[in-house]
């Protein structure tokens, strides 16, 4: 293992000799990239370790030229601006070299791909707690999003037509709304239906990030009718029926790209090919899952019987309903019973319950969704994503994902993020720079009614 980072990994040229050096050869990178593919999980993580902690910053150099320049600040600016610069290449970590030379041989870029996918996985889990692990997953972050830039990947419209193994990666990839079979997928690339993906030529074949979008009169409040319910395959779109565009589904495909930016340019290259195709539409919105709200759910439900504040929770008028049904006392024993519907589903089972259920849980997911925050930003990770990119929590909508996924996840409600084109950018800087959601009155309206019916 020490043999193989020894031959591989290049010394960094001097600052005299940074632009004059020949690169290695490139059976080092290929030598390199057949030995870690080889390697069991665990070896790999001793591999990455070794590596990112011998091959990485020469921190005496740096440290002597940070002094040099502290010297030199009385100096001319020539002088500074030099020995700046000799700074930050010295900044510069020897594996970095090696990672730039698998870059350009053939099948790189995918492998540095997968490459940080495990280092991802290996900081993550705490397999590896090294500072030298996180600056090379960082390191390569930033040399990714340099090689996967908007400018350097193409939109690809995805239908029938396409060639079989890119279909067949779009089936594999629906993260959101599975594929259950090839009509399915058929109708998902049809009439009223459009794909689109981001490629890379690096890595011909691979789609990285995937947009479905339903072609509909009106703004949809439920998935069955997008992905379930269908007339017929052969039906023929009619440009008057199509007013509005829903984004159902989007899935990176990638791990290893975990936090480079392309979701959201997706949908800003997508809204643009839309709109050409379709002048007079005017509507553009998500239909999104909520994951993580019944979980979240269940712990409020937890400690407030923990705390013996149920009452706080549901109307009085609420409680006696779930009373009734299940038949549990009031206080306590009703939170319980309540706490475990919603663990097991079973109260979709229950007309009664559906109708009882529906004010309190999407008071409790407006909340959810506007009011739960990580550092003042929304703990949804999708309501996060489409609130960056600048769109509006528009819309909740009941029953909206029957399957038995959406409602282990979300009780079956779904949200509309809607995208007002002149208000994205405005909408955007305010949330990234002050923390602001823009929500809809309906939304507003339900956030009301929580506080005023709840005290978390």
Not at 54 to 64: C, I, K, P, Q
Not at 74 to 79: F, I, K, L, M, P
Not at 114 to 141: G, Q, W, Y
Not at 328 to 348: D, F, K, V
Request: charged fraction near 25%; hydrophobic fraction near 40%.
């Amino acid at each position: 293992m020490e043999e193989i980072l020894r031959k591989t990994v290049a010394p960094l040229p001097t600052y005299e000799m940074r632009d004059k050096s020949p690169p290695p050869p490139e059976t080092n990178s290929l030598e390199f990239m057949h030995f870690y593919k080889s390697l069991e999980k665990e070896q790999k993580l001793e591999l990455l370790e070794k590596l990112s902690h011998d091959f990485g910053v020469d921190h005496r150099w740096a440290s002597d030229l940070a002094a040099k320049l502290l010297d030199t600040q009385g100096r001319d600016v020539a002088t500074i601006l030099q020995v700046e610069d000799r700074l930050r290449y010295s900044l510069t970590p020897r594996y970095r070299l090696l990672l730039t030379h698998i870059s350009r041989v053939q099948g790189g870029v995918k492998f540095l791909v997968d490459l940080r996918a495990d280092l991802i996985e290996f900081v993550s889990s705490k397999s590896s707690d090294s500072p030298h692990m996180r600056d090379l997953n960082s390191t390569l972050k930033s040399l990714l999003s340099e090689w996967f830039s908007v400018g350097l990947l193409r939109l690809e419209r995805i239908t029938w037509q396409s060639p079989c193994e890119i279909l067949q990666k779009i089936s594999q990839y629906e993260a959101v709304h599975p594929v259950r079979n090839w009509t399915d997928l058929k109708r998902r690339v049809g009439p009223y239906r459009r794909c689109y993906a981001f490629t890379h030529a690096s890595m011909p074949g691979e789609p990285l990030v995937v947009l479905h979008v339903a072609l509909t009169e009106d703004i949809a409040n439920n998935i069955q009718g997008i992905v379930r319910e269908f007339s017929t395959l052969e039906a023929d779109e009619d440009v008057n029926k199509i007013n509005a565009a829903i984004f159902y589904s989007i899935s990176s495909t990638q791990a290893g790209l975990q936090g480079v930016e392309l979701g959201n340019y997706l949908i800003k290259r997508v809204v643009r090919e839309l709109q050409s195709e379709f002048p007079h539409m005017a509507q553009f919105s998500s239909l999104s899952p909520i994951p993580g709200f019944s979980l979240w759910l269940q712990g409020v439900l937890g400690q407030h019987k923990k705390e013996g504040r149920a009452i706080e929770f549901l109307s009085e008028l609420e409680w006696r309903e779930v009373e009734d049904v299940t038949g549990a006392a009031p206080g306590a024993p009703a939170l319980e019973a309540l706490r475990r519907l919603i663990i097991t589903s079973e109260w979709i089972r229950s007309d009664r319950l559906i109708r009882a259920l529906e004010p309190p849980l999407m008071r409790l997911c407006a909340w959810y969704l506007y009011g739960e925050k990580r550092r003042g930003y929304a703990l949804n990770p999708v309501a996060n994503f489409h609130l960056q990119n600048g769109a509006t929590m528009w819309r909740l909508n009941w029953q909206a994902d029957t399957s038995p996924r959406g409602i282990a996840n979300s009780c079956g409600i779904m949200v509309n993020y809607r995208y007002f084109l002149q208000e994205t950018s405005t909408n955007s800087v305010a949330y990234m720079q002050n923390k602001v959601i823009k929500a809809s009155e309906h939304v507003l309206g339900l956030v009301s009614q929580f506080q005023k019916n709840s005290k978390l």
